[in-house]
């Protein structure tokens, strides 16, 4: 079980050495460095514009930095392994200090963001999120600089459930879709045997019955085996803790709603309105995330996600307190990894080759050796 317990909230890959096997031997980039700059822009606009269409979004200015004592960044699991990058700004002379720290994620800012902009039910915002998540460990889909489609909208109390969540994600599978075709449209040489398109509907499974099926394999593992059967899946219940006594990944407690009873559809007790968008990656051969999402916390939810993982503390804190007295309008949002898109549909080994980053010089060593482009 040890294994399980230490891929609860790493990426599956021991060290360099599992790097070197996961990145793909007679690697040839199907677009040069300029096609692909390119083919990006191409994809962001497609997404952007069409994800506003199914969603009804507008797009808004979203912080780099945020002020700690607003409870407002993310910690990304609940165990504290992963913390922000903080500093100190010394304003007039530390007479008005403030000690800010790094986002690491948009998520609760965009629900204060609803109400900031007066978001009625149905009408929601996105933004280019950037961020940075220092304790990843780095390789061939991690990088410690993030950027994302960050999105949120306002529902209502009877939008909480499955089917809503299911309908919401079938949308945005419709996006991710549309985006291949539009590429390939723009860019032949994309179309490729040797890499298979998206299907064109997505397996909703929850992260139980994903385990009924591998019992004894750690999540990142139980990921790429289903999706080996099936090449796109969203699944469910992501932090709520699973038959083996492990939730399927460390989720945080106080913005997706992973406590929630539900039924599956052959009618078995089930927990979570919340998941993540897997999809199967010809060219690492592994699993690949795209988006991570789900209906946010209430009131009643976020206190008992809060006493399960014992961090009560948090209700001190503003962002909290104003989920507590329902001052902010119930959601549902996610993140749309944008490099992570990027090099999925364009087909790379490396994430490194579609954004800008530091990587270590074992890695970059690495890539260099396999022909994998990484942009300095």
Not at 148 to 164: A, C, G, P, S, Y
Not at 174 to 179: E, H, I, N, R
Request: proline letters at 5%; charged letters at 30%.
């Amino acid at each position: 079980m040890e294994n399980k317990k230490a891929d609860l909230a790493g990426p599956g890959i021991g060290d360099y050495a599992d790097v070197e096997k996961i990145l793909p031997k007679d690697y040839k980039s199907l677009l040069d460095p300029k096609e692909t700059q390119n083919a990006v822009t191409a994809v962001k606009q497609y997404i952007e514009e069409n994800l506003c269409k199914e969603l009804n979004l507008m797009r808004v200015e979203c912080p780099l930095i945020v002020d700690v004592e607003s409870g407002v960044n993310d910690y990304l699991d609940r165990d504290g392994s992963r913390t922000p990058v903080g500093f100190h700004i010394r304003n007039d002379y530390d007479k008005h200090p403030i000690d800010a720290q790094v986002v690491q994620a948009a998520t609760k800012w965009k629900r204060m963001a609803l109400k900031q902009f007066g978001m009625k039910v149905g009408e929601g915002l996105y933004t280019d999120m950037r961020a940075v998540r220092k304790d990843y460990f780095l390789d061939h889909d991690h990088s410690a600089y993030v950027d994302q489609w960050d999105w949120e909208r306002v529902i209502t109390k009877e939008d909480r459930n499955l089917q809503f969540l299911t309908g919401v994600v079938e949308k945005i599978w419709k996006v991710l879709k549309g985006a291949e075709e539009h590429t390939m449209m723009l860019f032949p040489n994309l179309k490729s045997n040797k890499y298979p398109a998206l299907p064109e509907t997505i397996k909703f499974l929850h992260a139980e019955e994903i385990l009924e099926r591998f019992p004894d394999l750690p999540r990142k593992q139980r990921e790429t085996e289903i999706l080996k059967i099936f090449p796109a899946v969203f699944i469910y219940g992501i932090g709520w803790t699973l038959n083996d006594g492990y939730p399927h990944e460390m989720r945080a407690a106080d913005y997706d709603d992973w406590v929630t009873p539900t039924v599956s559809k052959d009618g078995r007790p089930m927990h979570g309105l919340n998941g993540d968008i897997l999809v199967w990656n010809s060219v690492t051969q592994r699993r690949h995330e795209l988006t991570s999402m789900g209906i946010r916390v209430n009131a009643e939810t976020l206190r008992q996600q809060l006493e399960l993982t014992k961090q009560l503390d948090f209700l001190n804190f503003p962002y909290h307190k104003s989920i507590i007295n329902n001052e902010l309008p119930l959601s549902i949002g996610g993140g749309i990894g944008q490099s992570r898109t990027y090099m999925y549909l364009l087909k790379k080994a490396h994430l490194g080759e579609t954004s800008v980053t530091v990587w270590p010089k074992i890695l970059k060593d690495m890539c260099h050796a396999k022909n994998i482009h990484v942009l300095d």
